[in-house]
């Protein structure tokens, strides 16, 4: 699961991770679960308050599920423009964020990951769509790349 933070917030290195790296390693038509970080708190919240529910289960957490050729269609229809994107070598990027972000996203080309937000949703009904969370990104006046 990535979140969906990854597209705008500057502390995540927007422009040269989900842009740009993120797409190169695993591929910019692959599907890629999504869940934004108010809603795992959410989740968080709630297995915290009901930890007999939770304890010793194996949740997969996605609200949605995007490639980063659907997220660009749905960024430039938020934001009015596409993402800003700024080439970097991967082993640059290594050195700035690590190595394991990096292989993680080479796995994503060939992983098979559930998809489904069903669960997702089951637990925090609330839990918001791509599209959704970034039309609030971008008309509420939220920090954006």
Same mark, same amino acid.
Do not use: C
């Given at each position: 699961?990535?979140?969906?933070?990854?597209?705008?917030?500057?502390?995540?290195?927007?422009?040269?991770?989900?842009?740009?790296?993120?797409?190169?390693?695993?591929?910019?038509?692959?599907?890629?679960?999504?869940?934004?970080?108010?809603?795992?708190?959410?989740?968080?919240?709630?297995?915290?308050?009901?930890?007999?529910?939770?304890?010793?289960?194996?949740?997969?957490?996605?609200?949605?599920?995007?490639?980063? %050729?659907? !997220?660009?269609?749905?960024? #430039?229809?938020?934001?009015?423009?596409? &993402?800003?994107?700024?080439? *970097?070598?991967? +082993? @640059?990027?290594?050195?700035?964020?690590?190595?394991?972000?990096?292989?993680?996203?080479?796995?994503?080309?060939? %992983?098979? !990951?559930?998809?489904?937000? #069903?669960?997702?949703?089951?637990?925090? &009904?609330?839990?918001?769509? *791509?599209?959704? +969370? @970034?039309?609030?990104?971008?008309?509420?006046?939220?920090?954006?790349?």
């Amino acid at each position: 699961m990535a979140l969906m933070e990854l597209m705008t917030d500057k502390d995540f290195y927007p422009a040269l991770s989900t842009w740009h790296t993120m797409p190169n390693l695993a591929g910019v038509d692959t599907r890629i679960p999504w869940l934004a970080a108010d809603d795992l708190g959410v989740i968080a919240a709630t297995a915290f308050a009901d930890p007999q529910g939770f304890v010793g289960r194996d949740l997969a957490l996605a609200s949605d599920a995007r490639s980063i %050729a659907e !997220l660009r269609e749905a960024y #430039t229809s938020a934001a009015g423009r596409p &993402p800003r994107s700024f080439a *970097v070598p991967v +082993w @640059l990027f290594e050195r700035m964020a690590g190595k394991d972000l990096t292989a993680m996203w080479r796995w994503l080309r060939t %992983a098979n !990951l559930d998809l489904d937000p #069903t669960l997702t949703l089951s637990i925090h &009904p609330g839990a918001m769509t *791509v599209e959704r +969370w @970034l039309q609030l990104r971008f008309h509420k006046g939220a920090r954006a790349a």
